[in-house]
């Protein structure tokens, strides 16, 4: 296979301001998107689509449909996966943002349960599994747009670029939501202001389409599908089907996995399945304490705060525009940091730091006051970006070109319907039914530990060379 060492870029410096530019600005309109239904599930959704019900039961049914969305993300990331790793990762960027948009701007048009009723909630379900296949794809794609055309050594802090995308997304929601929320009474915002951060989605994604269509795909696809192209004879599909005998199978990031030899595989799910199982259990544990905290930290805080300590939404939502603006320092900070000293002890310090932070976390929201409920939210992004920061570069360093979208999403969006799906569904369950956050606080400290364990018995890859996975 014919492929160029990444110990030298494959992009010009110049060019790398335009990639990152199409790959942080998707991921901010897709964090934009899918967050902001988030926030307004917590502030507004049980009452304009759910409003027959007790508010908490509301505010649960709210999270629920939240939940469908994340529960949509690893049919995203199968599909997206699958035709990003055969057709390329450019073309399927564009399809994901399309799609999310769309759904957002068609949220902001919903009739409401005093419209149509019940099937106001059954459209708003649909919408939003439409945002849960679209975002089950974005994110392995905008990452490969970059870590396939960076030298090695410097992959962590060119892939936390967009990955700050996130943070720049949650924080134009939430400021949005803000401005609202202190302009308009409440019933205003209940009856029509909540639409206006969906309907402004619409400028986003031109915006945002305009970009990325500008962007060719990585250097490292291309290599791979002139490969293919060149390559592919009667011979090779006997050579193909020789390399994935039991005797070849690759059970380490260490050795050239078979998806390798022939360029393009037909089915790059069931090649990561059967030869990276290690691989997708370690991106799982390194994931799953990343997503619960977040969730818990920004979203399941606006329930805590607001219904239980009856704290006004205006200042939680000022706590979290603060927080990520942290963030948006912070992501890049740790991507930088696990190139000099590795991706495991960034990522083991972030899982640690949250076990230990959720317990400071809520005594702050309990003592009440914008600066305590600041700090507290400041603290646990800090450790959520010690998590984040990393994870793209980490994941990227896991699997073979030919399967790496796979890989990546499969093991990112299926986390993600156990981690960040189910946080805030769980935590309002664990409040409901003990009357405390302590048991939230045990929740999240068991799924650091896991980040812990599966970190821990990971290999070190920083400096991998993607051409040689």
Known sequence: MTTQSLSTPRTPTTGMARVVAASSTGMALEAYDFLLYGSAAALVFNEVFFPDQDPLVGTMLAFLSYALGFFARPLGGVIFGHFGDRVGRKPL?????????????AIGLLPTYSMIGIWAAVLLALLRIVQGVALGGEWGGAMLLVAERVPAHTRGRWTSLPEAGIPLGNLMATGVLAVLAATLTDDAFTS???????????????????????????????????????????????????????????VSGDQKSPATDDGLVDSPLRTVVKHHKPQLLICAAARL????????????????????????????????????????????GFGLLSDKVGRRPVLLAGAAGTAC??????????????????????????????????????????FPTAVRYTGMSLAAQVTTVVGGAVAPLIATALLAKFDSWVPVGIYVVCVATVTLVGVALSRETNGRDLAEV
Not at 198 to 214: E, K, N, Q, T
Not at 231 to 249: F, N
Not at 368 to 379: H, S
């Open 93 to 105: 960027l564009i399809i994901s943002l399309v799609m999310m948009g769309g759904a957002t701007f």
């Open 289 to 332: 304490s990343e997503n619960v905290s977040y969730y818990v930290v920004t979203a399941f805080v606006l329930v805590y705060a607001t219904e239980q300590n009856g704290v006004d939404k205006g200042v939680v939502l000022n706590a979290l525009v603060i927080g990520n603006i942290l963030q948006l320092l912070a992501t890049p």
């Open 192 to 250: 029509w202001g909540w639409r206006i951060p969906f309907l402004l989605s619409a400028v986003l994604l031109v915006a945002g389409y305009w970009i990325r269509s500008r962007v060719e795909d990585t250097p490292l696809f291309q290599d791979l599908a002139q490969d293919s192209r060149t390559h592919e004879q009667p011979a090779a599909a006997a050579h193909r089907e020789a390399a994935t005998s039991p005797a070849r199978r690759a």
């Open 357 to 398: 932070w959720i317990w400071i976390f809520f005594a702050l929201v309990d003592a009440g006051g914008g600066a305590r409920i600041a700090i507290a939210i400041l603290g646990g992004l800090l450790f959520h970006s010690a998590l984040y920061g990393p994870q793209a570069a980490f994941f990227s360093e896991q």
